[in-house]
């Protein structure tokens, strides 16, 4: 019998792997330095989601848990809108068929796409022009930042469809984000928040022109990218966790995320930096 105790670090690794290279067979995606990019590519219909779409989003993003050269990601539209939703006539003219169990499998994978998104740890930055409804307003709410153009129209539009506003989190996530009141008011009418005002509510990090929405936003990603992005993962798992914990287990908690931090290189290289007087060179370890 052996008695190696040895990891084989392949095995260690589990599931880590390259997606720089992803083929996508529903949106573009390219990937440089780091930095992902995800473009909704329906341009002529306000870029809907289909069936497919949600579903390779979905299992897109659960798989960027364990990517080992994407660090961030960016999510924006083709041409001059993000996101017109669910496509009328490929998601809602089936969905008014079918019986409540395929209704909730459909509503559960839609839901899945928001927890995929929020249990990656790369941080999200969505590039919001025009149009950016239903699903797409989802999409944008479950990114980590926001940049947009005076002239996007947010709208959570479920109730002009005869539908509640409790879709795929928003009534958990929303009022996190612009307050209870705020939040209440775009789901129970199911109006478009514009630009402006979607900055000074806080929804939307800032606003830029739209012909550099998508540079600006890389280069936030970039930004991210060029940080200590093993410690950004874990301020993203953390921001999300302790929406459920108490103030004592949150601190709790954010000791024992900061102690592991603690452990990694990118800890020293931002120490011996320091004593140089340079700028640390972050690599993710």
């Given at each position: 019998m052996s008695?190696?105790?040895?990891?084989d670090p392949a095995l260690a690794a589990g599931n880590r792997q390259a997606l720089a290279a992803?083929?996508?067979e529903h949106f573009r995606w390219q990937c440089e330095g780091g930095v992902a990019t995800i473009t909704l590519n329906?341009?002529?219909?306000?870029?809907?989601?289909?069936?497919?779409?949600?579903?390779?989003l979905r299992d897109l993003f659960a798989r960027l848990k364990y990517a080992t050269d994407v660090h961030a990601v960016v999510i924006a539209g083709a041409g001059d809108n993000?996101?017109?939703g669910g496509d009328v006539h490929e998601i809602i003219g089936p969905l008014v068929q079918l019986a409540a169990p395929e209704l909730l499998m459909f509503t559960r994978m839609t839901g899945d796409l928001v927890k995929a998104m929020r249990g990656c740890p790369q941080p999200l930055v969505a590039a919001i022009d025009g149009v950016c409804a239903g699903a797409g307003a989802i999409?944008?709410?479950?990114?980590?930042?926001?940049?947009?153009?005076?002239r996007s129209k947010t709208a959570f539009l479920f109730n002009r469809v005869g539908l509640a506003g409790c879709d795929m989190g928003a009534c958990a996530m929303l009022p996190r984000i612009i307050g209870q009141g705020r939040a209440s008011e775009l789901l129970y009418t199911g109006r478009a928040l514009g630009g402006e005002e979607g900055e000074r509510w806080g929804f939307f990090n800032r606003l830029v022109a739209p012909e550099e929405l998508l540079g600006q936003a890389q280069a936030l990603a970039r930004e991210l990218v060029a940080g200590p992005t093993f410690a950004n993962g874990i301020t993203k798992t953390m921001l999300h966790q302790e929406w459920?914990?108490?103030?004592e287990q949150a601190i709790e908690a954010e000791a024992q995320a900061q102690a592991i931090c603690m452990m990694t290189e990118d800890f020293k290289?931002?120490?011996r930096a320091f004593a140089a007087k340079s700028k640390p060179k972050f690599e993710g370890n």
């Open positions: 008695t190696d105790t040895r990891v992803y083929a996508a329906r341009p002529e219909r306000k870029n809907p989601l289909t069936f497919a779409s949600y579903a390779e993000f996101c017109s999409v944008a709410m479950a990114s980590d930042m926001r940049l947009a153009t005076a459920s914990m108490t103030i290289r931002a120490y």
